[in-house]
């Protein structure tokens, strides 16, 4: 039997009692992945991204391991949640114009001491005194550089278009603003190389773009460190008291953590390694995530169809974001068809085994986007299910 077969067995066995669908989280490869994180990060700590879990449950449980400090969040009124639950270290990965959670935020003395927010425009800065509504408590800041790559003179950009700031003129200038103005405090640095991070260089059955992927890849993370190194240097005259400089995901930890200028890594898929993550040559995970469909119909010779499942990831429309059959091993989708809103038929010579209520395990193209389907994760310990957690979703709380 191989590995795969046998966790599929194991998933049957544990969830024998529950009908699909239903999502679970193998909690011996959650944990295994969360140590491989820590080993890769070389003792400095790994903030948590939650857009990457999701589940509170589930942050707690890593944020309670050694090598895991602090919360990167996606939404202000998520960050705001987050602090009122006890977490006590939440930095806001992107700026806002939630005017309603910035006066909580600038009236809670609680909430501003634990959250931090985005900043990379002035204009920012504007909204959130405008939205202040009598609050005085002061606002902690990071400000967030460009990291993407630029090259022929800026002719050809690589990676996401986050920050406007690049140089370190740019953040110097902005830190100075931040440090005259009242109500305010700079506390953090961020860039976040998601072309590093966040593309897989070794792709099955492409042998020359994996070799470009790489070898971008590695000139990008020369140009970031050096150029994170200088932004560091410069907001630093400005501010020496700086807390902390965030970097990093999970496809470069271990790359990011060996500069100096970094404090900290940000990463979060890599606890459940969705199979976006299957493709890099830094490291290898154990998929920890999944859910299962029922088979509710068996229409033909190497054809079962199962309920629902089209569940597609955001990012460029493409295969590479739709869930993929797992369990059992061999299934495939009908190309006229593919993953559907309310059912999903799939080919291949597994089907003829498997029967009417059967089920069939997938892995979502990427991490906690999956629990914006589900209420809740089932947690498995070898072929038991040992608890049942709300997701965000499952708590009432849908933050985009």
């Known amino acids: 039997m191989t590995?795969?077969?046998?966790?599929?067995?194991?998933?049957?066995?544990?969830?024998?009692?529950?009908?699909?669908?239903?999502?679970?989280?193998?909690?011996?490869?959650?944990?295994?992945?969360?140590?491989?994180?820590?080993?890769?990060?070389?003792?400095?700590?790994?903030?948590?991204?939650?857009?990457?879990?999701?589940?509170?449950?589930?942050?707690?449980?890593?944020?309670?391991?050694?090598g895991f400090a602090g919360i990167m969040s996606f939404t202000l009124a998520e960050s705001l949640w987050l602090a009122r639950a006890g977490f006590e270290d939440v930095l806001l990965a992107y700026p806002s114009a939630d005017r309603a959670a910035f006066a909580e935020l600038a009236a809670d003395p609680k909430l501003a001491a634990a959250v931090t927010v985005m900043v990379d425009d002035h204009a920012q800065l504007d909204l959130i005194d405008a939205a202040r509504s009598g609050g005085r408590e002061e606002i902690r800041?990071?400000?967030?550089?460009?990291?993407?790559?630029?090259?022929?003179?800026?002719?050809?950009?690589?990676?996401?278009?986050?920050?406007?700031?690049r140089s370190p003129a740019q953040l110097a200038e902005l830190a100075r603003s931040v440090a005259r103005r009242p109500g305010f405090r700079l506390v953090g640095l961020m860039a976040y190389e998601g072309h590093i991070a966040g593309v897989g260089d070794a792709v099955a059955g492409h042998p020359l773009r994996s070799r470009a992927v790489r070898m971008m890849?590695?000139?990008?993370?020369?140009?970031?460190?050096?150029?994170?190194?200088?932004?560091?240097?410069?907001?630093?005259?400005?501010?020496?008291?700086?807390?902390f400089v965030n970097g990093g995901g999970t496809g470069s930890v271990q790359h990011t953590a060996a500069e100096r200028a970094v404090t900290e890594i940000a990463a979060g898929s890599g606890l459940y390694v969705p199979r976006l993550f299957d493709n890099y040559t830094s490291?290898?995970?154990?998929?920890?995530?999944l859910f299962a469909q029922p088979v509710v119909r068996r229409p033909g010779v190497g054809?079962?169809?199962?309920?629902?499942?089209?569940?597609?990831?955001?990012?460029?429309?493409?295969?590479?974001?739709?869930?993929?059959?797992?369990?059992?091993?061999?299934l495939r989708?009908?190309?006229?068809?593919?993953p559907g809103e309310v059912q999903t038929p799939l080919l291949g010579a597994p089907a003829d085994d498997l029967l009417i209520g059967d089920k069939v395990w997938f892995r979502h193209a990427k991490a906690?986007?999956?629990?914006?389907?589900?209420?809740?994760?089932?947690?498995?310990?070898?072929?038991?299910?040992?608890?049942?957690?709300?997701?965000?979703?499952g708590e009432g709380r849908t933050f985009l």
């Open 3 to 66: 590995a795969r077969a046998a966790d599929r067995s194991r998933y049957d066995r544990a969830t024998a009692h529950l009908d699909a669908p239903i999502a679970v989280v193998d909690l011996e490869a959650f944990d295994a992945n969360a140590d491989d994180l820590v080993r890769r990060a070389f003792g400095k700590p790994i903030r948590v991204a939650s857009k990457s879990v999701r589940c509170r449950a589930l942050l707690e449980r890593v944020l309670a391991r050694p």
């Open 283 to 289: 490291f290898t995970g154990r998929p920890a995530a």
């Open 217 to 243: 890849q590695a000139a990008s993370r020369r140009e970031v460190a050096a150029r994170r190194a200088e932004v560091v240097r410069a907001v630093r005259a400005v501010t020496p008291d700086l807390e």
């Open 303 to 330: 054809v079962v169809t199962v309920l629902g499942g089209g569940y597609p990831a955001s990012g460029p429309a493409g295969a590479d974001r739709l869930p993929v059959p797992y369990l059992p091993e061999g």
């Open 368 to 393: 906690g986007e999956l629990c914006e389907r589900f209420d809740e994760l089932q947690l498995i310990e070898g072929d038991r299910v040992t608890a049942a957690v709300p997701t965000y979703r």
């Open 141 to 165: 800041v990071c400000l967030e550089l460009d990291a993407s790559l630029h090259l022929l003179g800026g002719l050809i950009r690589v990676g996401a278009r986050r920050s406007p700031l």
């Open 333 to 338: 989708y009908d190309p006229q068809e593919g």
